[in-house]
């Protein structure tokens, strides 16, 4: 089997459906300040050719690779109560992730609740995550939640790519 389709307008709601029982909400609310740390970190910058880029390893100062390092260590703590909410809620998702991946393989959901082989389950789901447009559509996704959800745009404001300008 594989991913054939683009997400549409109704894996949208399906979307939120997921995140709501995930309890995405519930995650924002418990973050700490280390945890929305995470989501500020910019990489040391220097000029290049009169642009702004980012420092190889090597060129951070002392003080630069300690941020970094605590950096890590917020990003691991923060990925690691993510899993947690995630583990916590997954039985409540398993159907919206089924019929996400249904609709992007262009099958009815109940072919992909009863595959047989869980390796190729598995390698569907990754490869569904890892599409390009998949990742545009969370991207959307996030945009448009972090607008609407005040714990969420309270807790987490613009999140910026390394290098991107603050609008």
């Known amino acids: ?54 420092k190889t390893l090597k060129e951070y100062t002392e003080g630069e690779r300690r941020a970094l390092d605590k950096y890590n260590i917020n990003q691991y703590s923060f ?7 995630l583990v916590q809620n997954i039985d409540k998702c398993k159907d919206d ?20 082989d869980g390796v190729e389950y598995i ?17 959307e996704a996030w945009s448009l939640l972090s607008g609407m959800t005040p714990s969420l745009g309270n807790a987490l404001g613009d999140i910026k790519t390394p290098g991107e300008s603050s609008k």
Not at 5 to 29: E, F
Not at 123 to 139: G, I
Request: proline letters at 4%.
């Open 123 to 139: 390698r569907l789901l990754r490869d569904f995550l890892t599409r390009e447009t998949t990742r545009d559509f969370f991207s």
């Open 1 to 54: 089997m594989e991913i054939k389709n683009v997400m549409g307008a109704q894996d949208v709601w399906t979307m939120v459906s997921l995140l709501q029982k995930i309890d995405i909400v519930g995650l924002i609310d418990s973050m700490t300040e280390d945890d929305k740390k995470v989501f500020s970190y910019q990489p040391p910058m220097k000029m290049n050719g009169g642009k702004l880029v980012p």
């Open 79 to 85: 990925a690691m109560k993510a899993i947690g909410f």
């Open 97 to 116: 992730v089924n019929k996400i991946l249904a609709s992007a393989c262009g099958v009815e959901p109940d072919e992909i609740a009863n595959m047989q």
